[in-house]
C-alpha cells in the first residue's frame, strides 16, 4: 500500500491511497485514533492490517479525490532523520574519495522536511544549493542492534529523499549538520510504500532531472553499504523509533561536482523518480521573509 500524509503543511492527516485518484482519510476511518503515520506505525503489523482492510472495502465518508491535494512529508514528525555519506560507488568515483570503510552517518534536523511541490527556501549567503536524490526507508518498529540477517522485520517501507545540501556551510563546518539542516532541505514522498510491495529495495533505479535536464541516473544496486549494513552499524548503539527516516546516499551526478559547478537557482525546478515509488518534484524559491517551520508536527503520534 501507498501510505500520505495530506493537508496543508503542519497540519497533515494520515492516508492511504486507493487506485491513482482517491486518498482514504485514515483519521477518519479510524475515528481518530490515527493522528499521524508515525502513529500508525506505532501499532505495528496489526495497524497496517487494519488499512489493508480499509482499503479494500472503503466506507464512502473516508474517501476524497487525490487531484489538487497537498502530499506532505509521508511522516511529519520523525525522531531522528538520519543521513548517509558517500554510499554508492559512482558517487565516491566523481568526487576521486576512497571508498569509506564504514558508513559515514549524519543527522537531518526534522524541521528541514518538506512536501512534493513544496519550494525549497534559497538560503541566506549560500553560493552552492545542491541536490541529492536518494531512496529513503521508514523505521517500522523500535529497533537496538538489529541483527543484519532481520532487517525487513524494521523496515516499514520505502520513499524518496532530496538530501538537499548548502554546500558552503557543509564545507567550511567539516561537520554536516547545518549544510543539510536548512529549512526545507530534506522534501520527502510524494508517498511512503509499504516494505511488501517492494521486496528488493536494492534494484531500484533512480533519477534526476534539473529542469528536465537528466544529472542522476543511478540504481541503488550501487550502493557500497546496503540496508541490512547501515541498520546494524547505526543500531549498535542507539535506539531508532517507528517513524525515523533514513537517507540511504545518493548517486553521481550532484552539481557541486560537475565542471564547472552547475548547483540549482532560484526558480530551478527538481523532479526526482524511483522505480516503484512515483516522483517528488519541488521548485526553488527566494527566501523573502522568514518562516517557523512547520515541522515536526503535530506533536502528538
Not at 501510505?3 to 492516508?15: C, H, K, N, Y
Not at 553560493?127 to 521508514?138: H, M, P, T, W
Not at 554536516?176 to 521486496?199: A, H, N, Q
Not at 529495495?201 to 533519477?207: F, G
Request: glycine share 10%.
Amino acid at each position: 500500500m501507498k501510505l500520505v500524509s495530506f493537508g496543508p503543511a503542519g497540519e497533515e492527516r494520515p492516508g492511504a491511497l486507493v487506485g491513482e485518484d482517491q486518498i482514504l482519510d485514515l483519521r477518519a476511518a479510524s475515528s481518530g485514533e490515527m493522528v499521524t503515520i508515525r502513529g500508525l506505525l506505532d501499532l505495528g503489523e496489526a495497524g497496517l492490517e487494519r488499512v489493508a482492510r480499509w482499503i479494500e472495502h472503503p466506507h464512502d465518508e473516508w474517501l476524497l479525490p487525490a487531484a489538487g491535494v497537498r502530499l506532505g512529508p509521508p511522516v511529519t514528525n520523525p525522531v531522528t532523520i538520519v543521513g548517509v555519506g558517500l554510499n554508492y560507488h559512482s558517487h565516491t568515483s566523481e568526487q576521486s574519495a576512497r571508498l569509506p570503510e564504514r558508513p559515514l552517518i549524519f543527522s537531518k534536523a526534522p524541521t528541514s522536511l518538506a512536501g512534493d511541490g513544496d519550494p525549497l527556501r534559497y538560503p541566506v549567503d549560500e553560493e552552492n544549493f545542491d541536490y541529492e536524490a536518494e531512496l529513503g526507508f521508514v523505521i517500522g518498529k523500535p529497533a537496538l542492534r538489529i541483527d543484519p540477517e532481520r532487517w525487513q522485520e524494521y523496515v516499514a517501507g520505502y520513499t524518496i529523499v532530496n538530501d538537499v545540501s548548502a554546500r558552503d556551510a557543509q564545507y567550511a563546518d567539516r561537520k554536516w549538520f547545518r549544510g543539510k539542516s536548512y529549512d526545507t532541505t530534506c522534501p520527502m514522498g510524494p508517498c511512503l510504500v509499504t516494505r511488501d510491495e517492494i521486496p528488493d529495495p536494492h534494484a531500484l533505479r533512480i533519477t534526476a532531472h534539473l529542469n528536465g535536464e537528466l544529472r542522476q541516473d543511478g540504481n541503488t544496486s550501487d550502493l557500497i553499504f546496503r540496508i541490512p549494513d547501515l541498520l546494524a552499524f547505526a543500531s549498535r548503539n542507539i535506539t531508532f523509533m517507528p517513524g525515523d527516516v533514513f537517507a540511504t546516499g545518493t548517486p553521481g551526478g550532484v552539481g557541486i561536482f560537475m565542471e564547472p559547478p552547475a548547483c540549482m537557482k532560484i526558480d530551478d525546478e527538481i523532479r526526482i523518480t524511483l522505480e516503484k515509488v512515483g516522483s517528488l518534484t519541488n521548485r526553488v524559491a527566494e527566501l523573502s521573509e522568514p518562516r517557523v517551520s512547520p515541522y515536526p508536527a503535530p506533536r502528538g503520534h
